[in-house]
């Protein structure tokens, strides 16, 4: 957060506030995934950025709203990243 707000590239920024459908692998209905951040910059992008701890890339729950969350961004010509701690640090 404090680098979002720091950051002269970064026109805005939400937390927590865009709902993405996504149909869940364990128990087959659908639910809203909410990523981290929503980041616009000052030269028009929109990036859906996710952060987990790397071991949790590979369970099939996150696999499921990933998958959902790029077709949306796809959809919207925005960009979606997961960011670990192996990006972070």
Not at 56 to 66: E, G, V, Y
């Amino acid at each position: 957060m404090l680098y979002c707000d720091k950051s002269d590239q970064i026109f805005m920024w939400s937390s927590e506030e865009l709902a993405i459908p996504y149909l869940s692998p364990k128990d087959g209905s659908w639910h809203n995934y909410y990523p981290d951040f929503v980041i616009n910059t000052k030269d028009g992008r929109v990036i859906v950025v996710e952060i987990k701890p790397a071991y949790q890339k590979s369970w099939s729950l996150n696999q499921a709203k990933w998958t959902f969350a790029e077709q949306m961004c796809i959809k919207h010509h925005w960009e979606f990243k997961v960011l670990t701690e192996k990006e972070l640090f």
